[in-house]
């Protein structure tokens, strides 16, 4: 049986293979759209990235020779660096100044465990180097997998455990949603062409490239990503800019990072995967029970509301918990400033951690190898 789809694999790579590119492409356009649309049907988080993404690795599984170009995937990280932003309104300082000390604790323990769990994926060589600490990080997924790829981790092995870990946490926290009150309604059906407010989408493109140029001839690592962040947190802080991304803008965004990171992969590194995929797994879910314990603990001493408290320590992306917190009774304005608090410290915290950490575990395993065994010990 292994045999005949290896040879039936064989076979599709060496007809694909003869394919001109523009077939590729068209095939890859196809398989994006069909994957895409199933994920959402399934209601699935981050399907306009997933989708591409799985497409892009069938193909890269084939051995083709279909890349997105640099300049493509720049402009879509300089789009969801905006995206971002938009995502971290002002309104976020008013309630971290009333409840800082809270916001403190709980984000610092949420980091803690996510990066503990990182770093023993690390030490244990589940993942290879600094890949299992950004793995792990309880930041947006998509904002990981971008800055980890500036920092030297493996890109397609980040966005595996991220968006594996999104599919955990957004499928458990709308099943607790949806058990714990009647009022979820779901997302509500997108809109791809909606009216744009034409001067504040031109601005919001000028902040996007101003951002990115600015950001890139800093040579700031990822920064095709955080120089539209921070420009625009600053600019829609200060109300300057309104910022306007059309859906299809997104979703065009969503797949070409898709598509870039599905391209890189390798029989080798989808392999790595798969074996990995368990201990993988089991630690999404050793994640989600402790941050599940936080939010307990937030019910108790604080009073917080169970399905908000849920909500705030979920360690999902931002706009999934936003989506789920949005049609579901609880405070929202404590659920997104806990989330977006948490996001920020994590962009901020990650790459010098995660420096800290990959030092560690190379000191750890030096030592270890210039121990000497019991055997040599105990020889004359």
Same mark, same amino acid.
């Given at each position: 049986?292994?045999?005949?789809?290896?040879?039936?694999?064989?076979?599709?790579?060496? @007809?694909?293979?003869?394919?001109?590119?523009?077939?590729?492409?068209?095939?890859?356009?196809?398989?994006?759209?069909?994957?895409?649309?199933?994920?959402? =049907?399934?209601?699935?988080?981050?399907?306009? $990235?997933?989708?591409?993404?799985?497409? !892009?690795?069938?193909?890269?599984?084939?051995?083709?020779?279909?890349? +997105?170009?640099?300049?493509?995937?720049?402009?879509?990280?300089?789009?969801?660096?905006?995206?971002?932003?938009?995502?971290?309104?002002?309104?976020?300082?008013?309630?971290?100044?009333?409840?800082?000390?809270?916001?403190?604790?709980?984000? /610092?323990?949420?980091?803690?465990?996510?990066?503990?769990?990182? @770093?023993?994926?690390?030490?244990?060589?589940?993942?290879?180097?600094?890949?299992?600490?950004?793995?792990?990080?309880?930041?947006?997924?998509?904002? $990981?997998?971008?800055?980890?790829?500036? #920092?030297?981790?493996?890109?397609?092995?980040?966005?595996?455990?991220? #968006?594996?870990?999104?599919?955990?946490?957004?499928?458990?926290?709308?099943? +607790?949603?949806?058990?714990?009150?009647?009022?979820?309604?779901?997302?509500?059906?997108?809109?791809?062409?909606?009216?744009?407010? @034409?001067?504040?989408?031109?601005? &919001?493109?000028?902040?996007?490239?101003?951002?990115?140029?600015?950001?890139?001839?800093?040579?700031?690592?990822?920064?095709?990503?955080?120089?539209?962040?921070?420009?625009?947190?600053?600019?829609?802080?200060?109300?300057?800019?309104?910022?306007?991304?059309?859906? @299809?803008?997104?979703?065009?965004?969503?797949?070409?990072?898709?598509?870039?990171?599905?391209?890189?992969?390798?029989?080798?590194?989808?392999?790595?995967?798969?074996?990995?995929?368990?201990?993988?797994?089991? !630690?999404?879910?050793?994640?989600?029970?402790?941050?599940?314990?936080? !939010?307990?603990? /937030? +019910?108790?001493? *604080?009073?917080?509301?169970?399905?908000?408290? #849920?909500?705030? &320590?979920?360690?999902?992306? +931002?706009?999934?918990?936003?989506?789920?917190? =949005?049609?579901?009774?609880?405070?929202?304005?404590?659920?997104?400033?806990?989330?977006?608090?948490?996001?920020? *410290?994590?962009?901020?915290?990650?790459?010098?951690?995660?420096?800290?950490?990959?030092?560690?575990?190379?000191?750890?395993?030096?030592?270890?190898?210039?121990?000497?065994?019991?055997?040599?010990?105990?020889?004359?």
């Amino acid at each position: 049986m292994r045999n005949s789809f290896r040879l039936l694999g064989g076979g599709f790579q060496r @007809w694909l293979g003869a394919r001109p590119t523009a077939a590729q492409w068209t095939l890859l356009l196809a398989l994006s759209v069909t994957f895409a649309a199933a994920l959402e =049907a399934l209601h699935l988080p981050a399907a306009l $990235m997933l989708g591409p993404m799985l497409a !892009a690795i069938l193909l890269a599984a084939a051995e083709t020779s279909t890349r +997105v170009s640099s300049l493509p995937f720049f402009a879509a990280q300089a789009v969801i660096g905006a995206m971002v932003a938009r995502g971290l309104p002002a309104s976020v300082l008013v309630d971290l100044r009333k409840d800082w000390l809270l916001f403190a604790a709980v984000i /610092l323990l949420v980091v803690t465990v996510s990066t503990s769990l990182g @770093w023993l994926l690390a030490r244990w060589q589940v993942l290879p180097g600094t890949t299992a600490i950004w793995g792990a990080s309880p930041g947006g997924a998509s904002a $990981m997998v971008l800055m980890s790829d500036a #920092y030297g981790a493996d890109m397609r092995l980040v966005a595996f455990m991220q #968006y594996l870990r999104v599919v955990f946490v957004a499928t458990l926290a709308s099943v +607790v949603a949806a058990v714990w009150t009647s009022g979820t309604g779901g997302a509500p059906a997108v809109v791809w062409f909606p009216p744009v407010d @034409w001067p504040a989408f031109a601005e &919001t493109l000028a902040v996007i490239a101003g951002g990115a140029a600015v950001a890139r001839r800093l040579r700031i690592p990822a920064g095709a990503l955080l120089g539209p962040l921070v420009l625009g947190v600053v600019l829609q802080g200060a109300g300057l800019l309104k910022i306007e991304l059309p859906p @299809w803008l997104l979703a065009v965004s969503y797949a070409l990072i898709g598509w870039t990171i599905g391209l890189r992969f390798t029989r080798e590194i989808i392999a790595h995967a798969a074996r990995a995929a368990p201990l993988l797994a089991a !630690a999404v879910l050793v994640l989600i029970a402790l941050c599940g314990g936080l !939010a307990a603990l /937030l +019910v108790v001493t *604080v009073g917080v509301d169970p399905l908000t408290a #849920y909500l705030a &320590t979920s360690p999902g992306g +931002v706009d999934t918990v936003a989506i789920i917190a =949005a049609s579901s009774n609880v405070n929202v304005p404590f659920v997104m400033a806990m989330q977006a608090c948490r996001l920020i *410290v994590v962009l901020m915290a990650s790459p010098a951690l995660t420096r800290f950490l990959a030092g560690r575990i190379a000191a750890m395993q030096a030592a270890e190898r210039d121990q000497p065994t019991p055997s040599a010990l105990s020889e004359p």
